[in-house]
């Protein structure tokens, strides 16, 4: 532990630089399960490779409804509350959780299990090289996600689906032309219009999916739906997530706590984890910890939202109680 001395300022000669915690996190040690919570319902993941289990500290399962897709969200985010530093190119997660190979692992993990990973169109921007893969966020793991996908009966490598409004995708985005990667556009009439005349990236399906913006969580619900598919991953952007748990539509969240403070000014522009919303205290969603893992200083938790008695996501705990004493 760093030091302080009597005026309460840490001592340089003991602190640990960032450089440094960046290394210390990106050993390949198995996590350290601090909670895990018992979960009986069918899930997809299971079985879950040795090797995997080995280094994720357990088994990787999540329970699916069957009724509609099952949605989970993967983020990082700073001590602050910080997902992402600023639109366009770079200042995403990677910056936020220090590239951090544990955080990689993990997401790989929840990529290899997922029908489709979903992501605004300026999460795709941000990334301009990026492909949402299991092998492009961990190649050294490719082989056994690869193997697990395939004993669950998956295609090789997850759907793409892209959400944007106004159609503002890059069109020759390269991780959106892999002839293996399928990929969806989620758009609305105009934002069809635009794609047309600017061109679709690779082999892109665009679906039209609202009349106009924004796009709501259950229009992106029905869409995924109708491709099939049965566990979707969400990766951002903040918006994204946003729209998603305003319509209900989120069933669990993985997020990585990176260990910096980012602070927040005027001239900076940073972006909390759901933005474009605001909820009250009575309508907020309320989420249920159910996985607690750690690597150096990050914390890995997971969140289970439920729903309330009148259908709505994330109900509070007072009313978990009284449904019980029901």
């Keep these: 532990m760093a030091q302080h001395d009597a005026s309460g300022q840490r001592d340089a ?10 290394e210390a996190a990106g050993h390949e040690a198995p996590l350290d399960v601090l909670l895990e919570a018992p979960r009986v319902e069918a899930a997809r993941g299971r079985p879950t490779p040795s ?15 069957a009724r509609r897709p099952t949605l989970i969200a993967n983020f990082v985010e700073s001590i602050d509350g910080v ?9 995403g997660g990677s910056d936020i959780s220090g590239s951090s190979e544990p955080d990689r692992f993990v ?32 190649p050294a793991w490719e ?6 996908r395939a004993s669950l009966g998956l295609p090789p490598q997850p759907t793409t689906v892209v959400v944007s409004a106004a159609g503002d995708v890059p069109s020759h985005h390269p991780g959106l032309a892999s002839p293996d990667v399928p990929v969806i556009i989620a ?30 969580g259950d229009a992106i619900v029905a869409l995924l739906g109708r491709a099939g598919v049965r566990l979707a991953l ?9 729209d998603l748990l305003d319509g209900d539509a989120l069933d669990e969240l993985f ?12 001239s900076f522009t940073r972006f909390g984890l759901a933005e474009g919303h605001a909820w009250e205290p009575e309508t907020a969603r309320w989420a249920e910890i159910v996985s607690v893992r750690r690597a150096g200083s990050h914390l890995f938790l997971r969140y289970a939202f439920e729903l309330s008695p009148d259908g709505r996501v994330g109900r509070r705990p007072d009313e978990g109680r009284k449904a019980k004493e029901r």
């Design 13 to 22: 000669t003991t602190a640990p630089d960032a450089p440094a915690l960046r």
């Design 51 to 65: 090797a995997i289990v080995a280094r994720y500290g357990g088994t990787l399962e999540v329970p699916l409804r």
């Design 83 to 91: 997902v992402a530093l600023a639109t366009g190119p770079g200042g």
């Design 107 to 138: 997401m790989a993990l929840l990529r290899s299990i997922a029908d489709a990973v979903v992501v605004g169109a300026g999460t795709v921007r941000s990334a301009p090289t990026h492909e949402w893969t299991p092998r492009a966020i961990a």
């Design 143 to 148: 082989s056994a996600c690869d193997e697990w």
């Design 187 to 216: 758009t609305t009439s105009d934002g069809a219009e635009t794609l047309t005349r600017r061109g679709v990236p690779g082999q892109a399906r665009v679906e039209v999916v609202a009349d106009e913006g924004p796009i709501r």
């Design 234 to 242: 969400c990766e951002g952007g903040p918006h994204l997530l946003s």
């Design 255 to 266: 997020l990585t706590l990176a260990p910096q403070v980012l602070g927040r000014a005027e």
